[in-house]
């Protein structure tokens, strides 16, 4: 048999790759199809039998939004101090250690708060929803929703992704807020500057764009983290591992994707 | 029998993926009748249902539920049907973020405006009629199988369905429950006239309920008829059914060991 036989390593590994390309595309395009269907039964829904109903989302934003504050809270204090910690190291470099408040501003309210609040929220709502759904899709209650006349997105998927759309925004600018008032106590204890002072510098630095950007980036991820969680675990085959898979997988896509959609927005938007 | 046929099925070939799954398949459900599909484990008999509930896309042939082609219907025309169904899935499909009675009410409560109180007392009524009463504030996960299955009836049941689909209602049940669901079904079919599919492989419990049987062997139909039809068929394969017989013909020892040693696919690869 030759080298570039059916089952040469290098033949196997371009069919994996291959494979694998196929499947993301795929992936992308159920993602866009969900997108639109979503959209399609919140402005329409309610004509067509299938009105989205509000105490769902209600309850999706007490667990996507109001349980995460603890967590959030957190995370965005120990971001905001190690932002505070390094910069005064960097700029100590340069004896501009005074300047460290427009480093700390912008780069919470630009970066870090809507990042980390994001990958907070994907790995604690993302995986949620995946393995929900894919349980779901196991124990055949999908189809039982679609037997009973129950649009399974318009009754699993929108309450979720509005839940998303309205809690991950709010949580970054709760997180924009704790990260800065950690900093500025650091700030305040290691370079001696009153919190008054560092409120007025930092309202000074910011300006509602900063803010916008930020928060638009949280907009998008919302998106992001709710349809690789749908699309995930409507994807999932076999039993109770294939839950623990989709779970898994939608984490780190959803991770992937927020850090990637990070990278290019910052690009896109400074150029 | 002169009576309509609420569920047409016409030469219905299925996949999943490469392989067939059904193999042209015709049959028909007639008002007010219990007809029950059965079969070998792996014979199509869920896929049958499945494609009936217009959860799966067919690769040709078509079906016809109260004279709608459901491969062809509207959206509209579609929920309008799905309202006069009920399903009971093979492992009650319950949701289980809900507790039981919740789960009875949803139907009511996605698709007519009664009040709350009144949709709690037509749940009650249900889970009254499956032997349930006062399990409504328990979670699925805290009922037995055999509770699990019942409640899937009595949600599938809580719209007062023309048509009624139950897939293994009474497999792994003990006698005395599995005997009651088929009384259930039963009454049903008498009392509010419903044309009910009922996927099984209990021998007993089919011949007690099936005004006809649809018997699948490997994506094919078998036999259609009456159960004494079936009883007196003189078909060899029915008969190994009806005997609790495996299907296996005689096979010579030659063979057996090509198959055990693999031989047999490699000469078919080859
Ligand atoms: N989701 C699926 N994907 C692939 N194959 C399936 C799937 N569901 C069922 N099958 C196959 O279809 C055949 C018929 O299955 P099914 O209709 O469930 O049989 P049964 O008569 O026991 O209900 C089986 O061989 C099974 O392996
Ligand atoms: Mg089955």
Same mark, same amino acid.
């Given at each position: 048999m030759s080298e570039a036989g059916p089952f040469s390593?290098v033949v196997r590994?371009?069919?994996?790759?291959?494979?694998?390309?196929?499947?993301?595309?795929?992936?992308?395009?159920?993602?866009?199809?969900?997108?639109?269907?979503?959209?399609?039964?919140?402005?329409?829904?309610?004509?067509?039998?299938?009105?989205?109903?509000?105490?769902?989302?209600?309850?999706?934003?007490?667990?996507?939004?109001?349980?995460?504050?603890?967590?959030?809270?957190?995370?965005?204090?120990?971001?905001?101090?190690?932002?505070?910690?390094?910069?005064?190291?960097?700029?100590?470099?340069?004896?501009?250690?005074?300047?460290?408040?427009?480093?700390?501003?912008?780069?919470?309210?630009?970066?870090?708060?809507?990042?980390?609040?994001?990958?907070?929220?994907?790995?604690?709502?993302?995986?949620?929803?995946?393995?929900?759904?894919?349980?779901?899709?196991?124990?055949?209650?999908?189809?039982?929703?679609?037997?009973?006349?129950?649009?399974?997105?318009?009754?699993?998927?929108?309450?979720?992704?509005?839940?998303?759309?309205?809690?991950?925004?709010?949580?970054?600018?709760?997180?924009?807020?704790?990260?800065?008032?950690?900093?500025?106590?650091?700030?305040?204890?290691?370079?001696?500057?009153?919190?008054?002072?560092?409120?007025?510098?930092?309202?000074?630095?910011?300006?509602?764009?900063?803010?916008?950007?930020?928060?638009?980036?949280?907009?998008?991820?919302?998106?992001?983290?709710?349809?690789?969680?749908?699309?995930?675990?409507?994807?999932?085959?076999?039993?109770?591992?294939?839950?623990?898979?989709?779970?898994?997988?939608?984490?780190?896509?959803?991770?992937?994707?927020?850090?990637?959609?990070?990278?290019?927005?910052?690009?896109?938007?400074?150029? | 029998?002169?009576?309509?046929?609420?569920?047409?099925?016409?030469?219905?070939?299925?996949?999943?993926?490469?392989?067939?799954?059904?193999?042209?398949?015709? $049959?028909?459900?007639?008002?007010? *009748? &219990?007809?029950?599909?059965? /079969?070998?484990?792996?014979?199509?008999? !869920?896929? #049958?249902?499945?494609?009936?509930?217009?959860?799966?896309?067919?690769?040709?042939?078509?079906?016809?539920?109260?004279?709608?082609?459901?491969?062809?219907?509207?959206?509209?025309?579609?929920?309008?049907?799905?309202?006069?169904?009920?399903?009971?899935?093979?492992?009650?499909?319950?949701?289980?973020?809900?507790?039981?009675?919740?789960?009875?009410?949803?139907?009511?409560?996605?698709?007519?405006?009664?009040?709350?109180?009144?949709?709690?007392? $037509?749940?009650?009524?249900?889970? *009254? &009629?499956?032997?349930?009463? /006062?399990?409504?504030?328990?979670?699925? !996960?805290? #009922?037995?199988?055999?509770?699990?299955?019942?409640?899937?009836?009595?949600?599938?049941?809580?719209?007062?369905?023309?048509?009624?689909?139950?897939?293994?209602?009474?497999?792994?049940?003990?006698?005395?429950?599995?005997?009651?669901?088929?009384?259930?079904?039963?009454?049903?079919?008498?009392?509010?006239?419903?044309?009910?599919?009922?996927?099984?492989?209990?021998?007993?419990?089919?011949?007690?309920?099936?005004?006809?049987?649809?018997?699948?062997?490997?994506?094919?139909?078998?036999?259609?008829?009456?159960?004494?039809?079936?009883?007196?068929?003189?078909?060899?394969?029915?008969?190994?059914?009806?005997?609790?017989?495996?299907?296996?013909?005689?096979?010579?020892?030659?063979?057996?060991?090509?198959?055990?040693?693999?031989?047999?696919?490699?000469?078919?690869?080859?």
């Amino acid at each position: 048999m030759s080298e570039a036989g059916p089952f040469s390593p290098v033949v196997r590994l371009a069919e994996r790759v291959g494979r694998s390309t196929v499947g993301g595309i795929e992936g992308i395009g159920h993602g866009a199809s969900l997108l639109a269907e979503s959209i399609y039964w919140t402005c329409l829904g309610w004509r067509k039998h299938q009105p989205v109903r509000l105490p769902a989302v209600f309850s999706e934003m007490m667990e996507v939004g109001i349980r995460a504050i603890p967590i959030v809270m957190v995370l965005s204090a120990a971001i905001g101090i190690m932002l505070a910690i390094q910069g005064i190291y960097t700029l100590k470099m340069f004896g501009a250690e005074s300047r460290v408040v427009i480093g700390i501003a912008f780069s919470v309210v630009r970066e870090f708060a809507p990042l980390i609040t994001g990958i907070l929220v994907a790995g604690r709502s993302g995986s949620a929803l995946a393995a929900r759904l894919s349980t779901m899709k196991i124990n055949e209650e999908i189809d039982a929703l679609t037997s009973m006349g129950v649009n399974p997105v318009r009754f699993l998927v929108v309450p979720a992704l509005l839940a998303m759309l309205v809690m991950l925004p709010a949580l970054t600018f709760f997180s924009d807020f704790i990260s800065l008032f950690a900093a500025g106590i650091y700030v305040n204890l290691d370079l001696g500057l009153s919190l008054a002072a560092y409120a007025d510098q930092t309202l000074d630095i910011l300006s509602v764009d900063d803010l916008m950007h930020g928060l638009g980036k949280s907009v998008l991820f919302a998106f992001l983290i709710t349809l690789v969680a749908v699309v995930n675990g409507a994807a999932v085959t076999g039993g109770a591992e294939g839950v623990g898979r989709v779970t898994t997988r939608s984490v780190v896509h959803a991770i992937t994707a927020i850090v990637i959609t990070d990278m290019l927005f910052a690009f896109l938007v400074t150029h | 029998m002169a009576s309509r046929a609420v569920i047409e099925v016409r030469d219905l070939v299925t996949h999943y993926g490469e392989r067939m799954i059904l193999k042209g398949v015709s $049959m028909e459900v007639h008002e007010g *009748e &219990v007809m029950v599909i059965m /079969g070998g484990s792996g014979s199509g008999k !869920s896929t #049958l249902l499945r494609h009936m509930l217009s959860l799966e896309q067919a690769t040709s042939g078509s079906i016809r539920l109260s004279g709608v082609d459901i491969c062809t219907a509207s959206t509209e025309e579609m929920y309008e049907l799905r309202l006069k169904m009920g399903v009971a899935f093979q492992g009650g499909a319950l949701f289980s973020s809900m507790t039981v009675g919740e789960n009875i009410m949803l139907p009511l409560y996605e698709h007519t405006k009664l009040d709350h109180m009144t949709m709690e007392i $037509m749940a009650r009524l249900k889970l *009254e &009629v499956v032997d349930l009463a /006062g399990f409504e504030n328990l979670m699925p !996960s805290e #009922l037995s199988g055999g509770m699990v299955k019942r409640a899937a009836l009595a949600r599938a049941i809580v719209m007062d369905p023309k048509m009624l689909f139950c897939d293994e209602p009474s497999a792994g049940l003990d006698p005395v429950v599995s005997n009651a669901i088929d009384d259930l079904i039963l009454k049903l079919r008498d009392t509010m006239g419903m044309s009910i599919v009922v996927v099984t492989h209990e021998l007993d419990s089919a011949f007690k309920i099936a005004d006809r049987i649809t018997v699948l062997d490997q994506g094919d139909i078998l036999f259609i008829g009456t159960v004494d039809e079936l009883k007196n068929s003189d078909n060899q394969r029915i008969q190994n059914l009806l005997n609790r017989q495996s299907g296996e013909e005689e096979l010579d020892p030659e063979a057996y060991l090509r198959r055990l040693t693999g031989e047999d696919t490699l000469v078919k690869a080859a």
